[in-house]
Nanobody
Framework: QVQLVESGGGLVQPGGSLRLSCAASGITFSMHSMGWYRQAPEKQRELVAVITSGGIANYADPVKGRFTISRDNAKKTVNLQMNSLKPEDTAVYYC??????????WGQGTQVTVSS
């Protein structure tokens, strides 16, 4: 059974930084592209960043140049370094498989709030 556990969220001022982490179990982690997604209140869940099994990263336009996705296959974790945070980055952040291959069950997510 696939389990995804996100952590690292919190309250941060605009311009601040956070590092999110997602621990995966129940999968052959190294074989899968992994993505970070977010869902703001009253909005649909959206893709933020994705990293292929080979380590190639792509980002949604709103976060390019500010967020960095990385993975550690030995630890089965995928991370999201978020810098220069803006109020519009406020959302619950989730990790899951990269888009196009079907999603696993979603974890509980981690809340990120950017506010002064």
């Amino acid at each position: 059974q696939v389990q995804l556990v996100e952590s690292g969220g919190g309250l941060v001022q605009p311009g601040g930084s956070l590092r999110l982490s997602c621990a995966a179990s129940g999968i052959t982690f190294s074989m899968h592209s992994m993505g970070w997604y977010r869902q703001a209140p009253e909005k649909q869940r959206e893709l933020v960043a994705v990293i292929t099994s080979g380590g190639i990263a792509n980002y949604a336009d709103p976060v390019k140049g500010r967020f960095t996705i990385s993975r550690d296959n030995a630890k089965k974790t995928v991370n999201l370094q978020m810098n220069s945070l803006k109020p519009e980055d406020t959302a619950v952040y989730y990790c899951n498989r990269g888009p196009g291959a079907g999603f696993w069950s979603w974890g509980q997510g981690t809340q990120v709030t950017v506010s002064s």
